[in-house]
Each structure stands twice: as C-alpha cells, then as structure tokens.
C-alpha cells in the first residue's frame, strides 16, 4: 500500500499461513518433550507394555525416558509433529482471520464473541482434518518405547509410519479419533485463538497462560481419550466412547487427567513462544514482500 510503512501494512493470508506454520514449528521444538511426556502419563496403566516403566510427574518422566531410553527419547515423533504443525497451525490459526472475517456481518466494524468461537472452530476442525495423520503418527512414535538395540519398534522411520498403517489398518486408520480431536481442538482453539484476537493489542504473557490453564482443564478427558484411541491397535477399543468408558471402569474418573500438568505447562509455553514469534514472523515476511515489490 503507498505510503504505509511494511509494518502498518495488514498481513496478506499467505504470510499469516506461512508465519502460523513457522512458528508453530519453532514453539514445537522448545516444548516437545513435554508433549512426549504428556502422552507417556496418559497412556500409562492401559496395559502391560506401558505398566513396565513406570513415570512420577514431568520431570521424573522425561528424566526416566533418557534413563532408559537415551537422551533423544523425548523427541520421538518430532519429525511428524513438525509435519503436523506446518498443516495444522497454518490452518487452524493462519486462516483465523480470513474465517473470522467470512463470519462477521457486512458492515459490522467488530466481531462478537460468537462469530469468533464460530471461526475458532471452523479453522480447529479444517485443521485437524487435513493433518490427523500427522497427529496419529506422532503420538504413535511417542508412546512406543525402545529401551536397546534388541527391542522391537515397530516403524523404522516416520515415512514408514505412514505406509505402514496405512497397510495394517488401512487409509481411515491414519484418521483415527479424529472425532475426539475435533472436539479437543474446538476446544483449545477457541480458548487460544479467542483469547489472543480480544488481548492482542495488550500482549501479556499471564492472559495466554491463563488461556492455557482453562483450555487444559476443559480439553484434558477429550485430550486423554483420543491419545489412547489413537495409539491402540485395532481391536482394542470399538470407539471412542468405548475407549472412555473402558478408561473409567479400569482406572476411575481420575484418569481423565493423567498428564495435565506436562499439558498445561506445554500449552501454556508454547502459546506464549508462539504467538510472539508469530507477530515477528509476520512484520518480517511483511518487509521481505515489500523489498521485492520495491522497483528499487
């Protein structure tokens, strides 16, 4: 725009969708381990394979994973989760605006906490559609163990991952619980995306760990359902709801929130490390767009 300075010039949908992604990934690789160690807690007691190691709270986990299984083991799965985070966050928080702006009545200069939970869940649910994939192959990797060079793992790479369910339980298996993580990201994403849209002129690290304190909370049973509906081989669980169900019966109401407290210190550190690198990625693309568009 003539006159406007890179950095009073709205972002384009193309640099939100890139710096979404870019971001994402960065956050990604800062609170990955406490991810891992959130799918640990919360699949422990569902059988015996995860009953043979057994994980006291986040550090005594993460510290008992690179005992046992070498200093790598909390980034299992990180190739995926970068993966699942350039289609994911892209999405669900890139086309935030755009949807946010398709919701909004013509000629209404503000969006109503309605049309903003509306957009959150839209972009949640197009988010988790295209890249649940990427989501179960993650949490896959993530909650098998290797403890040596004789143990068995079942997928030699992440690529392999992919074909390999995609034999044994066929094309829908890489779209396994994407019902519950529908639900889960409806939920995260308007706690997320909503807060930060209503604070974001008045940036404060607390407001986004507060969001990611209450989205914990509310998400955390959908979030342990579809961790162990997504991880169980065929057979096991016949839904979702059987998975829950069966979960209660076995290990009682509590175990809905196996793994909150890795989940509430990830969510909330990676909301805060995401979204200030998002707002710098997009003045910094803003500038890369204007310098090649300057004819000097």
């Not at 919701?103 to 503000?110: F, L, M, R």
């Amino acid at each position: 725009m003539v006159g406007l300075k890179p950095s009073e010039v709205p972002p384009t949908t193309a640099v939100k969708f890139l710096g979404a992604g870019m971001a994402a990934c960065f956050a990604d690789l800062l609170t990955f381990p406490l991810d891992t160690a959130k799918v640990r807690l919360q699949i422990q007691g569902e059988n015996q394979a995860a009953r043979s190691t057994q994980y006291r709270g986040v550090l005594g986990t993460i510290l008992t994973m690179v005992r046992t299984e070498g200093p790598r083991s909390p980034y299992n799965g990180l190739v995926a989760g970068l993966q699942r985070q350039m289609s994911f966050a892209s999405i669900r928080i890139g086309l935030y605006d755009s949807v946010k702006q398709f919701y909004t009545p013509k000629g209404s200069d503000h969006s109503s906490i309605t049309t903003r939970i509306l957009a959150g869940s839209t972009t949640g649910a197009m988010a988790v559609t295209c890249a649940q994939p990427t989501d179960v192959v993650k949490i896959r990797f993530q909650a098998s163990m290797c403890l040596g060079p004789g143990s068995n793992r079942k997928y030699s790479g992440t690529m392999d991952a992919y074909r390999t369910i995609a034999r044994e339980e066929g094309i829908k298996g890489l779209w396994k619980g994407t019902w519950p993580n529908i639900t889960r990201n409806a939920i995260v994403n308007c706690a997320e995306m909503v807060t930060y849209d209503i604070i974001k002129e008045k940036l404060l690290d607390y407001h986004l760990l507060t969001a990611g304190f209450c989205a914990t909370v509310v998400a955390s049973p959908v979030d342990v359902v579809k961790t162990r509906y997504m991880n169980s081989p065929p057979g096991q669980y016949h839904s979702p709801l059987d998975c829950m169900l069966k979960m209660v019966a076995w290990e009682g109401p509590t175990a809905f929130y196996k793994g909150f407290t890795p989940s509430f210190l990830r969510l909330g550190t990676w909301n805060v490390v995401m979204f200030v690198t998002y707002e710098q990625l997009k003045r910094a693309l803003m500038k890369v767009q204007a310098l090649r568009e300057s004819p000097f």
